[in-house]
């Protein structure tokens, strides 16, 4: 089964939501209805988010849940330890996603060096898709060389209405990988632009909600966050607004190439 067909659109992303008050942020996002969380290695939230999902009392198969690998555990012999580390932390036998946060830093590492102890991971049953995050459209052709076609689930990178990433999606798009994005909401930077207010305006709702909805439009997934109630939601109900094909293609006019994460380690991006 392809990872469209199981993965919710729309999932909560677990960054920052650390000790008590995060555990209590993963349990509204659960009690919202959202089913996807999404953690990593570097977030230091894994046990967080697997202590709420022991205290919602959610079957474990209801919920679709992703970490990643950090670049910290790319050595030889390390990530698949790593990993298993991650799913103690998690309180699971399994993953539904695992994905390589990064491209090695600087580019240090050969691809294959730690793409092939991902797909080792697969195979063993650790995680049931692969993928990978901040990979730009070359990474992504050595990747589908090395893996082999269909196996690269998905490429989770920085994508909201001030940095569309529109060759990158398009080439995700063309070879059916889905598309996840990160900072979907830009962190909180969207009222800035009178073209958003004014259009979210129109369906009585936030830009922030304008923003999710036109990610999710667009056939991508999108992974906010909040530790606060009243936004986690909020953002939920972007679930709910239908835009127009003319508003799409308004949004889509208010691209900046505005990236907010871009490390002086990271891939050269498209």
């Known amino acids: 089964m392809k990872i469209q067909e199981v993965m919710p659109r729309l999932g909560f992303g677990t960054y920052g939501r650390w000790k008590a008050e995060g555990i209590e942020a993963i349990l509204c996002a659960l009690e919202t209805g959202y089913r996807h969380l999404d953690t990593a290695q570097t977030y ?26 950090s670049t910290d555990n790319y050595a030889e012999g ?6 298993e580390t991650s799913l103690s932390h998690l309180g699971v036998d399994q993953v ?15 691809l294959a060096a730690y793409l092939e102890p991902l797909l080792d991971a697969q195979d063993r049953g650790l995680t049931k898709y692969i993928g990978v995050s901040n990979f730009t459209i070359a990474l992504l052709d050595q990747a589908r060389s090395i893996a082999g076609e269909g196996r690269i689930a998905t490429n989770q990178v920085e994508l909201n209405p001030f940095i569309q990433n529109k060759k990158l999606a398009q080439y995700c798009a063309d070879h059916g990988i889905m598309v996840t994005c990160y900072q979907p909401i830009a962190h909180g930077r969207l009222g800035d632009d009178p073209v958003l207010v004014d259009t979210a305006s129109r369906y009585d709702a936030s830009p922030e909600q304008l923003a999710l909805a036109f990610e999710l439009a667009k056939g991508y997934a999108a992974i906010p966050t909040s530790g606060k109630r009243e936004r986690i939601a909020s953002n939920f109900a972007a679930l709910h607004l239908k835009l127009s094909p003319e508003d799409i293609a308004l949004i889509e006019t208010r691209d900046r190439n505005l990236r907010a994460i871009a490390p002086d380690w990271g891939p050269d991006w498209d």
């Not at 230091?44 to 690998?69: N, W, Y």
């Open 44 to 69: 230091d939230t894994e046990t967080e988010v697997g202590t709420a999902l022991e205290q919602s009392g959610l079957a474990r198969a209801e919920i679709f849940l992703t970490t990643k690998i």
């Open 96 to 110: 539904d996603l695992t994905l390589l946060h990064w491209p090695s830093p600087n580019g240090a590492q050969p």
């Open 78 to 83: 390390r990530l698949i330890p790593s990993l």
